[in-house]
């Protein structure tokens, strides 16, 4: 079954920092980027991070030079580290993988940032 999981969402305090990972399964294949989106209560899904094949990386405006965006080796995980974080980055963060084959998406996971 394809599946992107993501892990360490959590409550953490304006200023703080949290580190997300998402791992593909073995049966996606073909990865050619991996990334991070992030959708807030009444808001739509917005791009944050993307990184490529080649090692390129791509920010959102809003979380540049605050977050940065790593992966493995395999380019099977990616991680997105969140610096100085703020009340307004609270949503749901959604891996997602572009793949030769098409996108894949995972279920999220809740970041909250108290003010």
């Known amino acids: 079954q394809e599946q992107l999981v993501e892990s360490g969402g959590d409550l953490v305090q304006a200023g703080g920092s949290l580190k997300l990972s998402c791992a593909a399964s073995?049966?996606?294949?073909?990865?050619?980027?991996m990334g991070w989106y992030r959708q807030a209560p009444d808001k739509e899904r917005e791009f944050v991070a993307a990184?490529?094949?080649?090692?390129?990386?791509k920010y959102d405006d809003s979380v540049a030079g605050r977050f940065a965006i790593s992966r493995n080796k395999a380019f099977n995980s990616v991680y997105l580290q969140m610096n100085s974080l703020k009340p307004e980055d609270t949503a749901v963060y959604y891996c997602?993988?572009?793949?030769?084959?098409?996108?894949?998406w995972g279920q999220g996971t809740q970041v909250t940032v108290s003010s």
């Open positions: 997602k993988a572009w793949t030769s084959w098409g996108d894949r």
């Open positions: 073995r049966s996606i294949v073909g990865i050619t980027a």
């Open positions: 990184i490529y094949s080649s090692g390129s990386t």
